[in-house]
T-cell receptor, first 110, second 112 residues
Framework: QQPVQSPQAVILREGEDAVINCSSS?????VHWYRQKHGEAPVFLMI?????EQKGHEKISASFNEKKQQSSLYLTASQLSYSGTYFC???????????FGTGTRLQVFP | NAGVTQTPKFQVLKTGQSMTLQCAQD?????MSWYRQDPGMGLRLIHY???????DQGEVPNGYNVSRSTTEDFPLRLLSAAPSQTSVYFC???????????FGPGTRLTVL
């Protein structure tokens, strides 16, 4: 039931782009994206509800393909501050259970 | 507005001991949840609650109990600690499971 994230790790230079994918074997009601820096709590980035919408947040945006049960997080012109571990969280159906993936570690170097 | 608070921040237990991890929020959120985080495993849902008096199991509920007597508090109890419960525990709250989750700072638990 845990969503699958890919890739597991990404290394970037400042200014480069990255895509993180999240997929589920079950129908999704919502997809959440969070970023966690080392030793800190996860911090909210965005939520996408079923309907195939795309959202944007500064240079970070995401899409949700309800039919394919997939979501992707797009990071453009990456900054050093983007470094951290990114988690997608999925709610299967309308179950009130928010299940997170195993995370994608992103490192941005100067 | 303190947000989500967790106590203690660090705890060391011996196998077989019991303890309660405290979680409180002052945002009037109905939805609260507990996650454990282990290296390479991501965040795994232990228990969650959609409101006072209502709790349900998550992915990894064995060895943990919860109760929700008030909207503000959602304590997590370890009845007989085991080394496999060594982890970082996060409490989160929100208006619902489909809303922004606000995470507490975490409790780092070591069971010897």
């Amino acid at each position: 039931q845990q969503p699958v994230q890919s890739p597991q790790a990404v290394i970037l230079r400042e200014g480069e782009d990255a895509v993180i994918n999240c997929s589920s074997s079950k129908a999704l009601y919502s997809v959440h994206w969070y970023r966690q820096k080392h030793g800190e709590a996860p911090v909210f980035l965005m939520i996408l509800l079923k309907g195939g919408e795309q959202k944007g947040h500064e240079k970070i945006s995401a899409s949700f393909n309800e039919k394919k049960q997939q979501s992707s997080l797009y990071l453009t012109a990456s900054q050093l501050s983007y470094s951290g571990t990114y988690f997608c969280g999925t709610e299967v159906g309308n179950t009130d259970k928010l299940i997170f993936g195993t995370g994608t570690r992103l490192q941005v170097f100067p | 507005n303190a947000g989500v608070t967790q106590t203690p921040k660090f705890q060391v237990l011996k196998t077989g001991q019991s303890m309660t991890l405290q979680c409180a929020q002052d945002m009037n959120h109905e939805y609260m949840s507990w996650y454990r985080q282990d290296p390479g495993m991501g965040l795994r849902l232990i228990h969650y609650s959609v409101g006072a008096g209502i709790t349900d199991q998550g992915e990894v509920p064995n060895g943990y109990n919860v109760s929700r007597s008030t909207t503000e508090d959602f304590p997590l109890r370890l009845l007989s600690a085991a080394p496999s419960q060594t982890s970082v525990y996060f409490c989160a709250s929100s208006y619902s499971s489909a809303d922004t989750q606000y995470f507490g700072p975490g409790t780092r638990l070591t069971v010897l």
